[in-house]
């Protein structure tokens, strides 16, 4: 396997099979890169940790950064090579040049009429597709592979792509399933902060999840929601069903619906969701 940290060596590797990342890699990410090794061309996985995307209050500086074991990790997985970009090759006018084209950034409705991750993290989604658009450009994949743990950033994304008028070709957005620990507990890089004794209490995020599963319509699936995150202690960014395309509210019968949380422990945010059984 090869690591590309240089533009230039990236043309071999045109019309690959992207997935991108921020690294601390784990089974979620290995198992988006075996997903992109069927698509029958080379599979390249990125690393950068990209400021842009991160609030001034959030976790920049201590998101974890664990390069020897996320490229041991890619190459088991299939990637035939790693792109592990300065952030001067990404942001070539410098970093503060690129705040601000991020905050001015064109986006979809996905990333400013839902009220979820766009209300709770101001700013992130002009920074996930300034970053993931500069990754489309130097690496001109055919295919891009996200996982559905950020369920918003992937529809985000994918409208991104749909609105691009061919920028990138024909690129198709490709969504891998959220995988999960036995326990049901959705992996992130970011359960690293979970204190060892606060494990249980974050299982309250899957929990909500089933009980939601149960409900018989989008209204009680919220309630109950809400009432097993507080039963566990989360202070709640939001627990919704929403349209799992638009991820606006559930008007019409029969819509295909997904249940998104974000909430927040002292030491970490989770966040997770899960299609919903057809409401009739
Ligand atoms: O999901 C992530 O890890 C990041 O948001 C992404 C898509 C790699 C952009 O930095």
């Not at 997935?19 to 992109?36: D, F």
């Not at 891998?176 to 004794?197: C, F, I």
């Not at 494990?199 to 089933?210: E, I, K, N, P, S």
Request: hydrophobic share 45%; glycine share 6%; proline share 8%.
């Amino acid at each position: 396997m090869r690591v590309i940290e240089r533009i230039d060596d990236l043309a071999p590797f045109h019309g690959c099979s992207l997935v991108p990342t921020m690294g601390a890699l784990h089974e979620g990410h290995a198992s988006l890169m075996r997903r992109a090794t069927g698509d029958g061309v080379p599979v390249l996985a990125t690393v950068f940790v990209n400021p842009t995307q991160f609030g001034p209050r959030e976790d920049f500086s201590k998101y974890p950064r664990t390069l020897d074991a996320d490229l041991r990790i890619a190459e088991a997985a299939g990637a035939a090579a790693v792109f592990v970009p300065s952030p001067e090759a990404i942001y070539t006018r410098g970093l503060e040049a690129a705040r601000t084209e991020a905050a001015a950034w064109p986006l979809p409705p996905a990333a400013t009429e839902p009220r979820l991750e766009d209300a709770a993290r101001p700013g992130h989604f002009g920074g996930v597709c300034q970053v993931v658009a500069r990754l489309f450009d130097l690496c001109r994949p055919a295919v891009a592979h996200f996982g559905e743990k950020d369920f918003q950033q992937l529809r985000v994304l994918a409208q991104m792509v749909e609105r691009s008028e061919g920028r990138w070709g024909a690129l198709r957005v490709m969504p891998g399933p959220t995988v999960r620990e036995r326990d049901g507990l959705a992996m992130s890089s970011r359960n690293r902060y979970l204190a060892p004794e606060r494990r249980d209490t974050a299982l309250g995020v899957y929990r909500a999840l089933q009980m939601a599963m149960s409900a018989q319509r989008p209204a009680t699936a919220e309630a109950l929601m809400r009432e097993t995150l507080q039963q566990h202690g989360f202070e709640i960014d939001y627990c919704v069903v929403r349209d799992a395309r638009t991820l606006l509210p559930v008007t019409g019968l029969e819509t295909l619906c997904r249940a998104l949380i974000a909430a927040r422990l002292p030491e970490v945010r989770l966040i997770d969701n899960m299609a919903m059984p057809v409401w009739r």
